[in-house]
């Protein structure tokens, strides 16, 4: 399974001025490609902090880094710096980067968006790159995705506005990403059961997790009461659907005569 950590750069978050959704975002779609999320970090837009965290995940030999924010055109936005100088790479401007800056910003000038397209510094600054990388268009505004192969990790790096992640990870990266997870599917069921104890859940769920390690198993409960009914995901990753659905299904199975050899039923089964 691929392994994936993801680093979020940002002062605003941190200061909690800004709710980082991007993170729980970009976890359901690598979950959804197969992916294994081990990790995620928020830091300051600061180089040290960035170059340390990204330096940690490839002693890791994680596959896949993904840093989010820090891709502007302002003087705090140092993150494909940080990542240059984390890989010992010198910032080289890129012909192809910055024809792409210069086509979003002439296509923003026709759209009344700003009076000048005109390549400034802080423009071409979007376009440096760490030496071997190459740039992501990005549909929705100017600052680029950015993608480093190293020998054991592939680093992309993703503007933090969520309309530009969103917009450049179901566009320009769905080939990388397809190359390199695969064609593997991701399936979820929700299972409700009539029990109002999480401590009576918890000895059979171990069990069954136990016996079924390829189906992530958890129970979910927000708070106490008679009238709670506790909900079970059960998630897993195939070569395949049917494969998938075999595992989900094996695991449902024992789940649901584990759980009646201790009086507890299951009252409904949903596909996530």
Known sequence: MITVEIIVTGNEVLLGDVLDTNTNWMCKRITAFGGRVERAVIVRDEMDAIVREVRSSLERSVRLIVTIGGMGPTWDDITVAAVAHAVNRPLLLHPQALAIVQQRYEHFARE???HDPAITPER??????????????????????????????????????PAELKGIVEGPLQPLLRRLFGERVFIERLVIVNCTDESIL???LHTV????????IKSRAQ????DVTFRITLSTTGRSRE???????????????????????IDAIEEQ
Not at 129 to 154: H, K, R, W
Not at 209 to 216: G, L
């Open 202 to 204: 918890a000895p059979a």
């Open 124 to 161: 071409e600054k979007m376009a440096y790159l760490p030496e071997g990388a190459y740039p992501l268009d990005n549909p929705i505004g100017a600052a680029l995705g950015v993608v480093l192969d190293l020998e054991s990790s592939t680093i992309i790096c993703l503007p933090g506005v």
């Open 243 to 265: 494969i998938a659905e075999q595992q989900i299904a094996a695991a449902i199975q024992e789940l649901g005569q584990t759980l009646s050899a201790v009086g507890i039923s």
């Open 112 to 114: 009344g968006a700003v």
């Open 209 to 216: 997790a136990e016996r079924h390690p390829d189906v992530y």
């Open 223 to 226: 708070r106490f009461g008679p």
